[in-house]
Each structure stands twice: as structure tokens, then as C-alpha cells.
């Protein structure tokens, strides 16, 4: 069936050190959305990418979309303690539902 | 505008009790969904409704677990009996009516416990 894979499970990284996170599809993506779960919390939308080789910017944080539209990505510069938290991208399925990731888990080394 | 509403917060059963969660999606909203979060994982798709239709419940152990969205507003989903497994996360999330293309907004879930 149509599978979202995400990597890396986990990363640890030092404050102010960058942070990126991949996903793969199986199939070609119509959009992919990222969200943000802080620990504990509900997760949150981020954004939407929908162009082949698209790239946006909030802040600190770059999304790109594969140009096959089977892959993308979110990098974080020079991350902070508030950037703590499961990244999550989703893509819809031919079903009419959402596939969601498995999640990549930022953690700040103390 | 507010947000999604979920209730209870929390709740401890013991296995083979039932439980019932509540959910009120944002004013307009006509997709809900419910996923089932288990610690460490993503959401797991339970149920979708588009207003009081059934769009998607293939992943909705049917034996034990309800859901329904009467009057194609608030929503309720229901664990009868309950099993260890069971012990999770419940989230509510609703979006606009082109589901794929539009956000899906969360309540705060409710996490289950089971004994």
C-alpha cells in the first residue's frame, strides 16, 4: 500500500546546531503538509507545499518538495530550545486520507 | 475563532470497561476525523466523516470501536470493551471540505489509559 517513510526516528542535536528531517513517498504527491507536535501536545500545522520543487521559508525553517513530488524536507537553522518537539509530514493517499509519517524527534542536547 | 474541543482530558479504565470521547470541531468545519496516537508513533486515521457521512473507517477496529457524527457537527467515539492495546491518545481534528488540500486543526486529545 501507499506508504510516507520519515527519517531520521531521532536527532539530537546541540543548540544552535541545524536540523533537517526527509520524507519519502511511494507515489507521487499531490501536496505534502508538515505539522509540529511539542511533547505532550496536539500536533500543529505548519504548512503546505504543492508546486514540484517548491521551496518555502518561515524564520528558521525551509520546506522544499521533491521534483518528482515524492519527496520533501525540513531543515531548521540554528535551532533553539522552542524548536523541541516531533516534525511530522503527511500526504494524501488515493483514498481520500491523509498518510502521515512516522515522525522525526528533535531533541537539545543539554 | 475557537478551537477544537475535546473531552475528557484524560481517563483511567480498567479492560473490558467502555469509555466515550467527545469531540466539537471548529464552526464549519464539514471533515472530522479521529486518530489514535500510541506513544512514540504518528496518528493513526480512525474514522473520517465528511458532515454526518462515513468517508473512510477501514482502520476502525469495528468490534469494539464507534463512532458517529449524528447531525454532522460534534462527534463521539467509543471503546466497548476496552483492551491494553486501547491505551493511547485519542485525537479530534477538522478541516474544510477539500480535506487533502486544507489543514487539519487538533484538540488538545484525550489520553486513555488502561489497567
Known amino acids: 500500500g501507499q506508504q510516507v517513510m520519515q527519517i531520521p526516528q531521532y536527532q539530537h542535536v546541540q543548540e544552535g546546531e541545524d536540523f533537517t528531517t526527509y520524507c519519502n513517498s511511494s507515489t507521487t504527491l499531490s501536496n505534502i503538509q508538515w505539522y509540529k507536535q511539542r511533547p505532550g501536545g496536539h500536533p500543529v500545522f505548519l504548512i503546505q507545499l504543492v508546486k514540484s520543487g517548491e521551496v518555502k521559508k518561515q524564520k528558521r525553517l525551509t520546506f522544499q518538495f521533491g521534483e518528482a513530488k515524492k519527496n520533501s524536507s525540513l531543515h531548521i537553522t540554528a535551532t533553539q530550545t522552542t524548536d523541541v518537539g516531533t516534525y511530522f509530514c503527511?500526504?494524501?493517499?488515493?483514498?481520500?486520507?491523509?498518510?502521515w509519517g512516522a515522525g522525526t524527534k528533535l531533541i537539545i542536547k543539554p | 475563532e475557537a478551537g477544537v474541543a475535546q473531552s475528557p482530558r484524560y481517563k483511567i479504565i480498567e479492560k473490558r470497561q467502555s469509555v466515550a470521547f467527545w469531540c466539537n470541531p471548529i464552526s464549519g468545519h464539514a471533515t472530522l476525523y479521529w486518530y489514535q496516537q500510541i506513544l512514540g508513533q504518528g496518528p493513526k486515521l480512525l474514522i473520517q466523516?465528511?458532515?454526518?457521512?462515513?468517508?473512510?473507517d477501514s482502520q476502525l477496529p469495528k468490534d469494539r470501536f464507534s463512532a458517529e457524527r449524528l447531525k454532522g457537527v460534534d462527534s463521539t467515539l467509543k471503546i466497548q470493551p476496552a483492551k491494553l492495546e486501547d491505551s493511547a491518545v485519542y485525537l479530534c481534528a477538522s478541516s474544510g471540505t477539500d480535506s487533502l488540500n486544507q489543514p487539519q486543526h487538533f484538540g488538545d486529545g484525550t489520553r486513555l489509559s488502561i489497567l
Open positions: 466523516f465528511q458532515n454526518n457521512g462515513v468517508v473512510d
Open positions: 503527511a500526504g494524501p493517499s488515493r483514498a481520500y486520507q491523509l498518510i
